[in-house]
């Protein structure tokens, strides 16, 4: 017998993966916060920290070559341009030694952020759901599995906005690299597969208005591309 449900099932979001074929379901969203030292710097921090972590939806990814619209509640919606990992297996404790294991894949995203009401919250000691995790704040490329890729440890990451650049590093400069990332983030959750890591942006971060093209990539990963429309 069909299960039935009280409201509509909403169907699970899913994401392209490079090539074609079976597309990837996307469980959640795990982001790591100020993972590149330099941008650590620029929002004032100093000291290689543990990393720390917040969430977005599952539905908050949107395709590559979208228009996100503006979000409301905001005048300052930021671009920071990130790695991503694509889960395949999940765990519990993963030693850093096997957390590479647990991918299937990576790509390119960009963890919209509303800096107002961040700097807000922070200021009045509450959390940042509503600056990280609102409609349409994860713009993603399709996902490249791993044996297509391998495992990028090094390699440009960037961000241009209207042709103009804004952002610019290299994942060897990850404070946390990805193998330890999984792994610490597997000691508070335990991981699925179908979870998705955006794992952290490097310097450069800055506002976006209406009728801005972003464009911005990982080497050997993949190239992002959306706009950003009137709310």
Not at 19 to 27: D, H, K, L, T
Not at 52 to 62: E, G, N
Not at 179 to 191: D, G, H, K, Y
Request: charged share 20%; glycine share 12%.
């Amino acid at each position: 017998m069909q299960e039935q449900y009280a409201v509509p099932a909403v169907p699970r979001p899913t994401v392209a993966v490079d090539g074609g074929g079976p597309r990837f379901p996307v469980r959640r969203i795990f982001c790591v916060g100020r993972n590149y030292p330099e941008h650590a710097r620029e929002m004032g921090f100093t000291d290689r920290a543990p990393p720390f972590f917040f969430m977005k939806p599952a539905d908050a990814v949107l395709p590559n070559g979208s228009a996100v619209p503006y979000p409301s509640r905001t005048l300052n919606l930021h671009h920071e341009i990130e790695l991503v990992v694509a889960l395949g297996k999940g765990g519990r404790e993963v030693l850093a030694g096997d957390a590479l294991e647990l991918v299937f894949g990576y790509a390119v995203g960009n963890d919209l952020t509303r800096r107002d009401v961040q700097a807000a919250a922070k200021d009045a000691g509450r959390p940042w759901d509503t600056a990280k995790g609102f409609d349409h704040a994860a713009p993603l490329s399709p996902i490249v599995p791993a044996m297509s890729c391998g495992h990028p440890d090094s390699g440009r990451i960037w961000l241009e906005v209207n042709g103009e650049l804004r952002q610019q590093g290299d994942l060897a400069d990850m404070i946390w690299s990805v193998p330890e990332v999984i792994a610490e983030l597997s000691t508070w959750f335990e991981l699925a597969p179908g979870d998705l890591v955006f794992t952290g942006t490097p310097a450069g971060v800055g506002p976006l208005v209406a009728g801005d093209r972003v464009q911005g990539g990982v080497d050997g990963v993949g190239l992002l591309e959306h706009t950003v429309a009137a709310r």
